[in-house]
């Protein structure tokens, strides 16, 4: 191979060395480094140090030598090779990453550059030992080497070096991370579903559990290839027992290796990873118990059928003579009624008249049933199967109807131990209000029938026509007021109010309160509720329009109007008269449902000193039927007593007043709408099903945490893949015997054991990995010295030395090859393990 120095110049170059070299001791692994070798005062040098043959010059290279090696630990090595400026080797790589025996490149055609194959590197080269740059070459790289276009296509950027060595880990990471949102997609497509099939409920669950699986594998993966690099450079900046080191290449395998107190001490970082490995199959339990099987209520925004409502105004298009039916059935009216002409039956197209006319005589039998049951029941009558007419089999379902229809408004006139009777008389109440308790004895006074419309209103014949000759009365079968309802009662004041005047407290023990209510056309908000068989109503909103008829009752006037009905209200032109058919039937409709809801009002109930009823309001909820007081709250109850006979009307098809909700001029009838799009209605229905529930926070919370550990893990990871100067390391009994080559390590106490025991003073021997060379002729380390002005001795980079290894070896070996290679200078402090500064850059030992 061409010298590119003068030989009178490397003569010079290498006497100090030389002279130490005739020495020619016994290497003793452990003794102190000569101190000759370099000059005291020169400063150390970075640590890019090539390791090759012995010189030619000092002629002791011995036979065999000058083939590189790779250790299977992603660093190459030199066997007691030299190197001198301009003398590249060639190192041919096969598949196992072994390095054939040292050969020098022949020059490119036309080229002062080697002739490099693909399969073949320059030892100057970045995946090669470092190279050094002699001052020939003016200070830059020579051919091939760092700063040429060939070096960069081999080391391209520093991410790009990282990616190509930790592919695996990064893949391993987003695989992970795919998975897991994968599983969140799974679930969220799961989550409402019905679950009625518990084979289908099977496959699913194991389905969920094989991606938390894969997710969690994926990610561990990710965290343990992290912690393999974690591991060398452990080993590298610690100096360990190797019992300490066993723990360290056994944590993910052996829980009990994380006892090692100076594991956990020492090597905090890598301790850290290994806890975290085995606490994630946590990640398998707790994110498929996310999803599960639960009673749900599944909701839908849709159409019912057979939805009815109330339209009053239907009233007034019926005539009793044309009999109706709907659907096959007979529609019946709220009233029934008197003609001032006998037989008029056949009279159906003779318009009303001042001598021929129907006057209201009564509420009809079948309003009487209805508000009846309402009354002794307390609630709304629901209409016989109206749950499954109206949401579907095995649904619940809800809706809102709105329509008008009579309402009481009240006002509490007066409320009081003692109220001022002769004033509350004065207002035009009939009570004497007085008599209640604590003044009196009664605990309920009422007087419901001030201005109630007298059904005898002449003398009849049979059929109600008048046994008289026409002219007729003028206010014959007139609606002149709506009976205005006076309540008293007595309130108490506490929960166990006494029951006879002589018990002590007596006095404040109640309040009389006296309460006017007035007959109201009300337009009424109301939400059905159909669960089951059971229907539940409540009154969203109430407005109270106007008077059914506005006028104004004059108790002490008589009419003497040629009727036996007596009484008088103004202004007599609000009166509604029964020529006028239309509002006529419409006011006796609201007449008939008022009329059988005052009819439980009146009366009077005596408290003390005994209970003494004397009123059918005892019958209804509106009294405690233990102590004969008024239930609380009274007017609201009486309010929704009347609302509940209203709303019962729909228990009662045939009733002209009851229509379709979604048209309300129809009227129902028994007939049933599901065959009419037209008649479907609004709703919302609900039913109890067994579905899956997917939790997603607890999902994200539980993945939130392992995504989070292991990108943590693989930023450590990539860290020590850049200590380790990009070379990607394993665990691989191939790597750990190669670490464990140099000869250093048979001087320990080594004893034959056919089952592989290591002695326990073996295990307790402190240990390091990094450089170790064999000596040299002068039994001394391989080393790098500077000669020359360029160096600590002003001229050009050299390597002498014998073999040298990669691997573990007593603190005191690895500092002499570091005190060797760099001078006795003091080594730089420890890189964080979140550093990317690479630790080859120097050597140390802790």
């Known amino acids: 191979m061409e010298q590119h120095a003068p030989a009178q110049a490397q003569s010079e170059f290498y006497d100090p060395y030389l002279q130490h070299v005739e020495q020619n001791v016994a290497w003793d692994p452990v003794a102190p480094t000569p101190d000759n070798?370099?000059?005291?005062?020169?400063?150390?040098?970075?640590?890019?140090?090539?390791?090759?043959?012995?010189?030619?010059?000092?002629?002791?290279?011995?036979?065999?030598?000058?083939?590189?090696?790779?250790?299977?630990?992603?660093?190459?090595?030199?066997?007691?090779?030299?190197?001198?400026?301009?003398?590249?080797?060639?190192?041919?790589?096969?598949?196992?990453?072994?390095?054939?025996?040292?050969?020098?490149?022949?020059?490119?055609?036309?080229?002062?550059?080697?002739?490099?194959?693909?399969?073949?590197?320059?030892?100057?080269?970045?995946?090669?030992?470092?190279?050094?740059?002699p001052q020939q070459y003016g200070g830059s790289a020579p051919p091939g080497g760092?700063?040429?276009?060939?070096?960069?296509?081999?080391?391209?950027?520093?991410?790009?070096?990282?990616?190509?060595?930790?592919?695996?880990?990064?893949?391993?990471?987003?695989?992970?991370?795919?998975?897991?949102?994968?599983?969140?997609?799974?679930?969220?497509?799961?989550?409402?579903?019905?679950?009625?099939?518990?084979?289908?409920?099977?496959?699913?669950?194991?389905?969920?559990?094989?991606?938390?699986?894969?997710?969690?594998?994926?990610?561990?993966?990710?965290?343990?290839?992290?912690?393999?690099q974690q591991i060398w450079v452990t080993v590298i900046s610690n100096v360990l027992r190797l019992r300490t080191i066993d723990s360290v290449f056994a944590a993910v395998d052996e829980p009990m290796t994380l006892l090692n107190w100076e594991f956990i001490k020492k090597a905090r970082v890598a301790a850290c990873l290994a806890v975290l490995a085995w606490l994630f199959p946590l990640t398998v339990i707790l994110t498929p118990a996310t999803l599960t099987v639960s009673p749900i209520t599944e909701t839908k925004n849709g159409q019912c059928?057979?939805?009815?409502?109330?339209?009053?105004?239907?009233?007034?298009?019926?005539?009793?003579?044309?009999?109706?039916?709907?659907?096959g059935f007979r529609g019946v009216s709220l009233s029934i009624y008197n003609s001032t002409v006998q037989n008029s039956a056949g009279l159906v197209d003779v318009p009303f008249n001042e001598t021929f006319f129907d006057y209201w005589t009564g509420m009809s039998p079948a309003v009487d049933l209805v508000s009846s049951q309402s009354a002794?029941?307390?609630?709304?009558?629901?209409?016989?199967?109206?749950?499954?007419?109206?949401?579907?089999?095995?649904?619940n379902c809800s809706y809102t109807i709105s329509f008008k229809a009579p309402g009481y408004k009240c006002t509490e006139m007066a409320r009081g131990q003692k109220l001022d009777e002769q004033g509350l008389m004065e207002q035009g109440s009939p009570l004497h209000v007085g008599e209640l308790a604590p003044n009196g004895n009664y605990s309920y006074l009422a007087n419901t029938e001030l201005g109630e419309y007298y059904p005898h209103q002449i003398e009849v014949f049979a059929g109600g026509a008048p046994n008289m000759t026409p002219p007729y009365p003028k206010n014959l079968g007139a609606f002149r007021t709506e009976p205005v309802l006076w309540i008293g009662h007595a309130d108490p004041t506490r929960p166990d109010p006494p029951e006879n005047k002589s018990v002590e407290g007596w006095d404040t023990a109640f309040e009389a309160v006296l309460t006017r209510c007035e007959h109201y056309l009300t337009n009424y908000t109301v939400q059905f509720n159909h669960t089951y068989s059971t229907q539940s109503t409540t009154?969203?909103?109430?407005?109270?329009?106007?008077?059914?008829?506005?006028?104004?009752?004059?108790?002490?006037?008589?009419?003497?109007?040629?009727?036996?009905?007596?009484?008088?209200?103004?202004?007599?032109?609000?009166?509604?008269?029964?020529?006028?058919?239309?509002?006529?039937?419409?006011?006796?409709?609201?007449?008939?449902?008022?009329?059988?809801?005052?009819?439980?009002?009146?009366?009077?109930?005596?408290?003390?000193?005994?209970?003494?009823?004397?009123?059918?309001?005892?019958?209804?909820?509106?009294?405690?039927?233990?102590?004969?007081?008024?239930?609380p709250n009274l007017i609201d109850q009486i309010q929704q007593f009347y609302e509940?006979?209203?709303?019962?009307?729909?228990?009662?098809?045939?009733?002209?007043?009851?229509?379709?909700?979604?048209?309300?001029?129809?009227?129902?009838?028994?007939?049933?709408?599901?065959?009419?799009?037209?008649?479907?209605?609004?709703?919302?229905?609900?039913?109890?099903?067994?579905?899956?529930?997917?939790?997603?926070?607890?999902?994200?919370?539980?993945?939130?945490?392992?995504?989070?550990?292991?990108?943590?893990?693989?930023?450590?990871?990539?860290?020590?893949?850049?200590?380790?100067n990009f070379h990607v390391r394993d665990v691989h009994v191939s790597s750990v015997v190669a670490a464990t080559r140099a000869p250093c390590l048979e001087q320990l106490p080594w004893k034959a054991s056919k089952w592989g025991e290591v002695p326990r003073e073996i295990l307790e021997t402190r240990l390091g990995y990094g450089v170790i060379a064999e000596p040299g002729p002068n039994g001394t380390p391989a080393a790098q010295a500077m000669t020359g002005s360029g160096g600590w001795m002003g001229g050009s980079p050299v390597v002498m030395g014998g073999k040298v290894y990669y691997g573990f070896a007593p603190k005191e070996v690895l500092e002499q090859t570091r005190v060797a290679t760099f001078g006795p200078g003091k080594p730089r402090s420890r890189t964080s393990a979140w550093s990317f500064r690479r630790w080859g850059e120097d050597f140390h030992y802790k």
Request: charged share 15%; glycine share 8%.
């Open 37 to 133: 070798i370099y000059s005291p005062a020169s400063p150390p040098h970075r640590s890019r140090v090539a390791f090759g043959p012995v010189s030619p010059l000092s002629g002791n290279t011995p036979a065999g030598a000058g083939t590189p090696s790779s250790v299977g630990l992603g660093i190459a090595a030199a066997d007691g090779a030299a190197q001198f400026p301009g003398y590249h080797y060639i190192a041919p790589r096969d598949s196992f990453q072994q390095d054939s025996p040292p050969k020098t490149p022949p020059l490119a055609k036309g080229s002062s550059k080697p002739d490099l194959q693909p399969h073949e590197y320059d030892l100057g080269a970045s995946d090669a030992a470092p190279y050094y740059y």
């Open 146 to 228: 760092p700063g040429s276009s060939r070096f960069a296509s081999l080391t391209g950027s520093t991410a790009w070096k990282m990616l190509v060595s930790a592919w695996p880990m990064y893949g391993m990471f987003f695989i992970g991370f795919a998975f897991a949102v994968g599983h969140h997609i799974f679930y969220s497509k799961l989550d409402g579903r019905p679950a009625d099939d518990q084979k289908h409920q099977i496959q699913m669950m194991r389905f969920g559990g094989f991606l938390s699986y894969a997710a969690k594998a994926a990610l561990l993966g990710a965290v343990v290839f992290a912690y393999r």
């Open 305 to 327: 059928h057979n939805v009815r409502t109330l339209n009053f105004e239907q009233e007034g298009e019926k005539n009793w003579r044309q009999p109706e039916r709907i659907n």
């Open 376 to 395: 002794l029941t307390g609630s709304v009558i629901p209409r016989p199967g109206v749950a499954l007419d109206t949401c579907g089999a095995g649904w």
């Open 539 to 631: 009154v969203v909103k109430r407005e109270y329009l106007h008077p059914i008829i506005d006028t104004t009752y004059q108790p002490n006037r008589n009419a003497e109007d040629g009727t036996k009905d007596n009484t008088t209200a103004t202004p007599e032109s609000n009166y509604v008269f029964p020529i006028d058919y239309k509002n006529y039937r419409e006011i006796a409709a609201y007449h008939s449902l008022g009329f059988s809801m005052r009819r439980y009002l009146p009366g009077q109930i005596q408290y003390a000193p005994f209970a003494m009823p004397d009123s059918e309001v005892t019958k209804t909820h509106l009294i405690d039927h233990e102590t004969y007081l008024p239930v």
């Open 644 to 724: 509940n006979m209203t709303l019962s009307l729909l228990s009662y098809p045939q009733f002209i007043v009851v229509t379709w909700a979604a048209q309300p001029s129809v009227r129902a009838g028994l007939a049933n709408s599901t065959g009419d799009p037209a008649l479907a209605y609004p709703c919302t229905r609900t039913r109890i099903i067994n579905a899956y529930v997917y939790n997603r926070r607890d999902l994200w919370i539980a993945y939130a945490v392992a995504i989070s550990v292991a990108m943590a893990a693989v930023v450590l990871g990539s860290a020590a893949i850049s200590q380790n």
